[in-house]
C-alpha cells in the first residue's frame, strides 16, 4: 500500500507562487495516476489536478487552469503541484492522492490520500 506525504504549504499573498510536493513511499510509483484535490471549511473535496502514469496526459479544474501545473518525477517518486497567481479562493488543505487506473479527476477513484498541506493565501 503506497503511502503519501504532502509538503510546501504555507500562508501567501495574492499573487504569489507555491511548489507542493508529494512524496510516495511506493517502488511502483509509475504505476499510479497522481491527483490533487483540495478542501475549503465548510465545503466538499474538489478536484485540482491530474496527471498520468508517464505525464502524458493532465487535467486540471476551469478554476486553476493556466495557473497551476502538475507535474511528476518518477524517479523520485514525487508528485508536484506549482501553483502561481494565487488568489484567496485558492485556500484549502491540498491533499495528493494516487489511483490505480491511467488518470482520474473523481475523489471516489482514488484509494490512497496523503494527510494534506494547508495552503492560506491573503488578499
Known amino acids: 500500500q503506497v503511502q503519501l506525504v504532502e509538503s510546501g504549504g504555507g500562508l501567501v499573498q495574492a499573487g504569489d507562487s507555491l511548489r507542493l510536493s508529494c512524496a510516495a513511499s511506493t517502488r511502483t510509483f509509475s504505476s499510479y495516476g497522481m491527483g490533487w484535490f483540495r478542501q475549503a471549511p465548510g465545503k466538499e473535496r474538489e478536484f485540482v489536478a491530474a496527471?498520468?502514469?508517464?505525464?502524458?496526459?493532465?487535467y486540471y479544474a476551469d478554476s486553476v487552469k493556466g495557473r497551476f501545473t502538475i507535474s511528476r518525477d518518477n524517479a523520485k517518486n514525487t508528485v508536484y503541484l506549482q501553483m502561481n497567481s494565487l488568489k484567496p479562493e485558492d485556500t484549502a488543505a491540498y491533499y495528493c492522492a494516487a489511483t490505480l487506473k491511467v488518470v482520474a479527476n473523481i475523489p471516489n477513484e482514488y484509494n490512497t490520500w496523503g494527510q494534506g498541506t494547508q495552503v492560506t493565501v491573503s488578499s
Open positions: 496527471i498520468s502514469w508517464r505525464a502524458r496526459i493532465t
